[in-house]
DNA sequence: CAATAGTCTACCAAATTGGTCGATTAATAA
DNA sequence: TTATTAATCGACCAATTTGGTAGACTATTG
């Protein structure tokens, strides 16, 4: 399961997914709108921010903005930023790979099935980007 | 991520495949075999015997073996047992399955995206069975 | 300079993870 | 029937992660 961190992140996104191209938006107008506590939402945009995928400005007027145009920023890309890897077991991560210290990785059978489960969930969140977080109108 | 404790249950259920029909396998051997804590692996054992996944027997002569035949037991049953939920969130999931407390789920677009993400890798893991973790020649 | 709004550092409680320990119970064999 | 074998059960534990909170600080605008 993706932590409430990487959920609360996907809704914040969801948020400002809707509002690109208008005036910077308020940490706290997402808070209050999508429910997220201010204080723990503050440290998610911040990580999002450090990943490049939000820009912000402090003072008057300020606020947090998408970076890219949304069909930039997969979801993949999110999921990795907040909770890491996406893969079931780290000898079959892309990003964060680990050898398996019990087995040859050519022969295991367990690798062969969780690079195949592994490549079946990418192929959907790989090529799903904050653009598919809006209604279908917006296409 | 899987947890360490259904990797291991991985492990070790693939030991006991490859000894299907044999004698009891005692937990020492799959513990030393696999490199799994001893106590640990008691524990995980235990478990799968509850689910059913697998028998045991006491005494001498005593060990686990598989209850059923290999393919009888998917790789989603396995990890649901070890580690529950498959979905990536709570609103999503077949049988774990819990309301999103702020959201629609019929106009939900992240709801939407996320069940493609399930389906996506349940259409491995619930294909995929304890027989898979055989090697080639043993069709 | 005051108000606004994000940034940074530090801290915290509770839950989960990854185990361990020791006693008990069941089955078998001598 | 007693010793041995091997799984079972309950309790416990340290370390890490999760899900936050508090408060001082910095940058921007008017």
């Given amino acids: 399961m993706l932590s ?20 910077p938006v308020l940490i706290r107008d997402i808070s209050e709108q999508k429910r997220i506590p201010l204080k723990f939402l503050e440290n998610i945009l911040l990580e999002l921010r450090n990943a490049a995928i939000l820009t912000s ?7 947090y903005c998408l970076k890219n145009p949304p069909e930039q920023t997969t979801l993949a890309h999110v ?20 050898p398996c210290d019990t087995c040859d990785e ?5 690798n062969k099935l969780f690079i195949e489960a592994r490549d079946a969930v990418l192929g959907v969140l790989e090529h799903k980007t904050l ?9």
Same sequence: chains 1, 2.
């Fill in 57 to 63: 400005k402090k003072g008057k007027g300020g606020g």
């Fill in 4 to 23: 409430k961190k990487a959920q609360y992140a996907l809704k914040a996104l969801e948020y400002l997914v809707e509002r690109q191209g208008a005036d």
């Fill in 79 to 98: 999921i990795r930023v907040i909770d890491g890897p996406i893969a079931m077991l780290p000898c079959v991560s892309l990003y964060f790979y680990q």
């Fill in 106 to 110: 050519n022969a295991c059978r367990i």
């Fill in 131 to 139: 653009r598919d977080l809006l209604p279908e109108t917006s296409a």
